[in-house]
């Protein structure tokens, strides 16, 4: 169910996933091109995407997805892996879902330290779980997700040379998406064992 069937019956919970959705995505993309820049790509800064500037990062089409179908992504940050090496690969590819997961432990560190309200409670663990759920599924090891580059920096000569392959076909997104749509009962276990076992681990 996408996030457009919230605006009707409570509009106070579609601004706040909204706008949790935008920080918590526009962070993660922003993670991918400081790192490639730090590593020494000059590729994402010359194409505008070292900010934390929304619209730098958002895409027009993965946000329609996100309102009408419940996911969705924002643009790619386009990277020169030959730039970067094989262990730079893998860390522009893993700063993406840290970012996520540093966030959604500061929001549950700050569940347990700071006095209860119900408008902080409910930003914050939504702000939380929003962020576990990009984390846990951009490191699935399937093609064009996080998961999968780090696996093709860490295997280049066999599986990696494969994924890198698979993504260069025309048809790869449309594969991708079909698998998504297909696993996302299983998906969404996995996201929400791990989502329990955080907050349980932070006793929220």
């Not at 992504?73 to 893998?90: D, E, H, T, Y």
């Not at 040379?161 to 998504?180: D, H, Q, T």
């Amino acid at each position: 169910m996408g996030l457009i069937s919230l605006l009707q019956s409570n509009p106070t919970a579609f601004v706040i996933i909204a706008l949790a959705l935008v920080l918590s995505l526009t962070v993660h993309e922003f993670a991918h091109a400081y790192t490639a820049d730090r590593l020494g790509d000059p590729t994402p800064r010359r194409l505008g995407r070292v900010t934390l500037n929304p619209l730098a990062h958002l895409d027009p089409f993965g946000a329609l997805l996100l309102l009408v179908a419940g996911f969705g992504f924002a643009r790619p940050v386009p990277v020169n892996f030959a730039n970067l090496g094989r262990w730079g690969m893998v860390a522009v590819a893993a700063a993406g879902p840290l970012s996520n997961i540093l966030i959604a432990l500061v929001c549950i560190l700050l569940l347990r330290v700071l006095p209860e309200t119900n408008l902080g409670d409910t930003i914050l663990g939504i702000v939380a779980s929003i962020n576990v759920v990009l984390a846990v599924f951009n490191l699935i090891p399937i093609p064009l997700l996080d998961g999968s580059r780090i696996l093709a920096g860490i295997f280049p000569n066999t599986l990696g040379r494969s994924l890198m392959e698979f993504e260069r076909l025309p048809y790869a997104f449309l594969i991708v998406m079909g698998f998504i749509l297909l696993a996302r009962g299983p998906l969404s276990n996995v996201i929400g064992t791990v989502q329990g076992w955080l907050f349980g681990l932070a006793g929220v």
